[in-house]
């Protein structure tokens, strides 16, 4: 069965930290992994997408790195702005159409 | 560029109504729709999917149908809304050269 667990279910750090989000999959054919984040009442909005080539990935303050033979990723976010609070979820693309498996997401605070 | 817009986003429905929800996509043509929903504390589930104009496949058994008569438009409905068919709704599109999914800003119902 195609999973995707996160890890921490959520998270405070303070302004200005730096911070590491874990996703693990057993998602089998794999294809990519797309970082999301999604502010409360809102769409989820693309941070990175990584295919298996691919072992790292920044998109400003965040940097993806996936490890394909241990069916890892972590997002990490450097110098942490309040506008981060939100929640990230990691969702892995196998193939066809329906399936896309979303983890459950991590909640991040990020407080002044 | 490509946009997607979803409405209403905000809905207060008695148990019992129907239930139209609209999802637009400008900007491409011919792109796989899908429509989600997301529980609090709970992943992304697939309920539509549609590779085309009155193609859908469903994922999910529920109240819940979804149609799809224009090329980029989608449309979840209910002939009877049910109190649990309250959540946050999220439609996305994906295309032949987009690695992942882009969502639509939701909808929050509430069946009361």
């Known amino acids: 069965k195609n999973q995707v667990e996160q890890s921490p279910q959520s998270l405070i750090i303070l302004e200005g930290k730096n911070c590491t989000l874990q996703?693990?999959?057993?998602?089998?054919?794999?294809?990519?992994l797309r970082w999301y984040k999604q502010d409360t009442g809102r769409g989820p909005v693309s941070l990175t997408i990584m295919t298996f080539s691919e072992n790292t990935k920044s998109n400003g303050r965040y940097t993806a790195t996936l490890d394909a033979d241990t069916k890892q990723s972590s997002l990490h976010i450097t110098a942490s702005q309040l506008s981060d609070s939100a929640s990230y979820i990691c969702?892995?693309?196998?193939?066809?159409?329906?399936?896309?498996?979303f983890g459950k997401g991590t909640m991040l605070l990020v407080s002044p | 560029s490509q946009t997607i817009h979803q409405w209403p986003a905000t809905l207060v429905q008695p148990v019992g109504s129907p239930l139209s929800l609209e999802c637009t996509v400008e900007g491409t043509s011919n792109p796989n729709l899908y429509w989600y929903r997301q529980a609090a504390g709970r992943g992304l589930q697939l309920l539509f999917y549609?590779?085309?104009?009155?193609?859908i496949s469903s994922e999910v058994p529920q109240n819940l149908s979804a149609s799809r008569p224009q090329d980029r438009q989608f449309i979840l409905s209910s002939k009877k809304l049910l109190l649990s068919d309250s959540g946050f709704y999220l439609c996305a599109w994906s295309g032949l050269r987009q690695g992942g999914y882009t969502f639509g800003s939701g909808t929050r119902l509430t069946v009361v």
């Open positions: 969702v892995v693309r196998g193939s066809g159409y329906s399936t896309l498996t």
């Open positions: 996703c693990n999959y057993t998602v089998s054919p794999f294809s990519n």
């Open positions: 549609s590779v085309g104009i009155g193609q």
